[in-house]
T-cell receptor
C-alpha cells in the first residue's frame, strides 16, 4: 500500500531557530499534500494544502511567512517553521494523495507518522 | 463549512464490552468518511474507509456504518480489549481533491 514517510519524527530546537520537516511519498506520486497541526489532546487542524509546482494554500489564521511550504517534486513536500517559538511546539502531520489514484483513490489520503516539535 | 463532531469525548469500559462511537457531520455531501486510531504521541492508523456510496465497512472486530442523509457514522467495536485503548478520530472529505476534516476524537480506555 501507499506509504508516506515523515522526517524527523521528533525535534527539539531553541527559540528563534528554523526547523524543516519533510514529507515523502515513497511508492507513489503526490500532486497534493496536506499539512496538519495537532496540539495536545486536540484534533488535527489543517494548516495548508501543498500543490506540486505551485504555491501552497493556507487555512485562515495560519501565517504563511512563518510556515513555509515547498512542494518541489511529486514525492516531496517540506514544511519549514521559521523563527520558531514555544507556542509553535506541536505535532505536525502530513498526508498525501496518490496522483494516479483514479476517481476513488483521488479521495484516499495516506498519512505520515508525524513530527513532534518542541521549541525551548 | 463542514464540521465534524464526535460523541462521547471520552469513554471507559471494562474488557469484553461492545461499544459504539458516534460521529456526525454537518454537510452530507461527502466523498468518503474515514475512521482512524491514534495512540498517545503517535501518528494515525487508518481503520476503516467508507466511500459515499457505501453503507458500512467491516474489519475484524470493527464495523463502521455511514448514513449520509442524516450526516452520521458509527464505529462499533466488538469484545473490546485493553489494546483498543486509544483515541479514535472520524474524518470526512467533502469535496474531491480536498483535505480530510477531522472531529476532535473519542478517547477510549478499556480496563482489564
Amino acid at each position: 500500500g501507499a506509504v508516506v514517510s515523515q522526517h524527523p519524527s521528533w525535534v527539539i530546537c531553541k527559540s528563534g531557530t528554523s526547523v524543516k520537516i519533510e514529507c515523502r511519498s515513497l511508492d507513489f506520486q503526490a500532486t497534493t499534500m496536506f499539512w496538519y497541526r495537532q496540539f495536545p489532546k486536540q484534533s488535527l487542524m489543517l494548516m495548508a494544502t501543498s500543490n506540486e509546482g505551485s504555491k501552497a494554500t493556507y487555512e485562515q489564521g495560519v501565517e504563511k511567512d512563518k510556515f513555509l511550504i515547498n512542494h518541489a517534486s511529486l514525492t516531496l513536500s517540506t514544511l519549514t517553521v521559521t523563527s520558531a517559538h514555544p507556542e509553535d511546539s506541536s505535532f505536525y502531520i502530513c498526508s498525501a494523495r496518490d496522483h494516479q489514484g483514479g476517481s476513488a483513490g483521488a479521495n484516499v489520503l495516506t498519512f505520515g507518522a508525524g513530527s513532534r516539535l518542541t521549541v525551548l | 463549512k463542514q464540521e465534524v463532531t464526535q460523541i462521547p469525548a471520552a469513554l471507559s469500559v471494562p474488557e469484553g464490552e461492545n461499544l459504539v462511537l458516534n460521529c456526525s457531520f454537518t454537510d452530507s455531501a461527502i466523498y468518503n468518511l474515514q475512521w482512524f486510531r491514534q495512540d498517545p504521541g503517535k501518528g494515525l492508523t487508518s481503520l476503516l474507509l467508507i466511500q459515499s456510496s457505501q453503507r458500512e465497512q467491516t474489519s475484524g472486530r470493527l464495523n463502521a456504518s455511514l448514513d449520509k442523509s442524516s450526516g452520521r457514522s458509527t464505529l462499533y467495536i466488538a469484545a473490546s480489549q485493553p489494546g483498543d485503548s486509544a483515541t479514535y478520530l472520524c474524518a470526512v472529505i467533502t469535496q474531491a481533491g480536498t483535505a480530510l476534516i477531522f472531529g476532535k476524537g473519542t478517547t477510549l480506555s478499556v480496563s482489564s
